[in-house]
């Protein structure tokens, strides 16, 4: 059908094939860490049943030492940036939690990373990359990524455009690094898990508790404020860097897709 093989029309059913069952198993879900694979299967059978290809950006082969790869990365970044801003003299751990407050954190990063990835990197990036090339849709992605935050708690712009630059940019160079979105779903769990089930500092605005009671003071820019170290100009530029890594590898690879 030629319908569907419009972006805009695999844009919205692909979005759908994923949120559907989220919403529909709400319940179940939120109970048990079944978010991810839901996510997973409702992608799949997008792919299988509409766009009617192999299911390459996720096969696999090499998974294992991409998804680790990518959960020491965004570990390492989180933990860099909260290095900076302690030398900064506006992050300081104030004591600690039991381990089993890290659960929480644990089955929140898994499931917002890997169903973001899937929707923003796998069905939004990818889709809008095949009908206006790789660069214009890095922007695109990037910009809704960071807008869509200004749903959550204590949103604020400054958050919306760090979001947008360390995030955006980043998660998408590193899908195009590699074509597969193991390395970005590593990325984003990783970032999420170390900043709240570490280090206990809001997740893109959402409180959270970590195993170590961190706090924030300072000016918001680069503290990050109430919505947390990642909208500081810290976590900016630190997630800036490894994406200009990234998408200095993705061109050498020559994984850039062109302007039809």
């Known amino acids: 059908m030629r319908l569907l093989e419009r972006p805009l029309a695999r844009l919205v059913l692909g979005t759908l094939f994923v949120m559907v069952p989220l919403v529909l198993l709400q319940g179940l879900v ?73 659960l929480a954190p644990f089955t929140a990063a ?32 990037a910009i809704v990524f960071g807008l869509l935050h200004l749903l959550n708690a204590h949103a604020s712009l400054q958050g919306a455009v760090a979001i947008m630059l360390e995030a955006g940019v980043l998660l998408a160079g590193a899908y ?19 900043q709240g089930g570490v280090f206990g500092v809001a997740v893109s605005g959402t409180p959270a508790t970590g195993v170590l009671r961190g706090v924030l003071s300072g000016p918001s820019w680069l503290s990050g404020g109430i919505f947390g170290a990642e909208a500081s100009i810290v976590a900016v530029i630190i997630g800036l860097i490894a994406a200009g890594t990234f998408l200095t590898i993705a061109v050498r690879r020559r994984h850039i897709v062109p302007v039809p």
């Open 110 to 141: 898994v499931s917002t990373g890997v169903v973001e990835e899937l929707l923003f990197r796998g069905i939004l990036f990818r889709i809008v990359e095949s009908a206006i090339g790789s660069w214009l849709a890095l922007v695109l992605s």
């Open 176 to 194: 195009l690094m590699t074509r597969r979105l193991w390395l970005p779903i590593g990325i984003h769990i990783g970032w999420n898990f170390t």
């Open 30 to 102: 939120h109970r048990l860490p079944l978010g991810a694979l839901v996510g997973l299967l409702g992608y799949a059978a997008f792919v299988r049943w509409i766009e009617r290809r192999r299911l390459s950006e996720l096969s696999p082969r090499g998974a294992v030492q991409e998804l680790v790869g990518g959960l020491v990365i965004g570990t390492l970044l989180f933990a860099a940036t909260v290095g900076a801003l302690g030398l900064f003299g506006v992050f300081r751990i104030t004591g600690t939690e039991p381990l089993g407050v890290m």
